[in-house]
């Protein structure tokens, strides 16, 4: 019963182009959902987050999407650069909650 | 200003052994959490203080795990006796009391491994 699911537990783009990493989720009382990015042998560090009043945010190469209808965010990446390559977590969580709800995550890997 | 550190990173230890690991928050962070990643699946939350309370333990697995936040500055998480299925990543986050996702730190992790 996970409630946000990441369907592609790795994806694989060739350096300047867009990386689309999807993230699904099924709790319709989330407000607030996040991506954070990993490197091997380090801890979680936020890239982006989106309130569910918006359906767009942007910041630098990546903008995160959100369809609530749909249920379905996702994060691109333009142009995508080899430094980009790590695992991609999205999260959520409920405002009157402090959990964060976290997807299987998504390996991306750029290639030169 | 140093960042969400934890020890030890890497533990070994055989089933039925007892392991304690530990997390020093950034310095005046209220707010400091446990999460942990079994191999290729989700982060999982497993409980939240506020200073030395308690806030939610829900993510609790079962009463072999033992967290304390004494004094309301570094937290233990203490794993007695340690099965198979408790190997994974744990890590520990910190934050101010009211922060949002951008401001939630995180440290690298300590790697269990139950053998």
């Not at chain 2, 290729?40 to 030395?52: A, D, Q, T």
């Not at chain 2, 203490?78 to 408790?86: I, R, T």
Request: proline share 4%; with cysteine; charged share 20%.
């Amino acid at each position: 019963d996970q409630q946000v699911k990441q369907n592609s537990p790795s994806l694989s783009v060739q350096e300047g182009r867009i990386s689309i990493l999807n993230c699904d989720y099924t709790n319709s009382m989330f407000d607030y959902f996040l991506w954070y990015k990993k490197y091997p042998a380090e801890g979680p560090t936020f890239l982006i987050s989106i309130s569910s009043i918006k359906d767009k945010n942007e910041d630098g190469r990546f903008t995160v999407f959100l369809n609530k209808s749909a249920k379905h965010l996702s994060l691109h990446i333009v142009p995508s650069q080899p430094g980009d390559s790590a695992v991609y977590f999205c999260a959520a969580r409920e405002d009157s909650n402090y959990q964060l709800i976290w997807g299987a995550g998504t390996k991306l890997i750029i290639k030169p | 200003e140093a960042g969400v550190t934890q020890f030890p990173s890497h533990s070994v230890i055989e089933k039925g052994q007892t392991v304690t690991l530990r997390c020093d928050p950034i310095s005046g962070h209220d707010n400091l959490y446990w999460y942990r990643r079994v191999m290729g699946k989700e982060i999982k939350f497993l409980l939240h203080f506020v200073k030395e309370s308690k806030q939610d333990e829900s993510g609790m697995p079962n009463n072999r795990f033992l967290a304390e936040r004494t004094g309301g500055t570094y937290s233990t998480l203490k794993v007695q006796p340690a099965e198979l299925e408790d190997s994974g990543v744990y890590f520990c986050a910190s934050s101010h009391v009211g922060a949002t996702g951008n401001t939630i730190y995180f440290g690298e992790g300590s790697w269990l491994t139950v053998v």
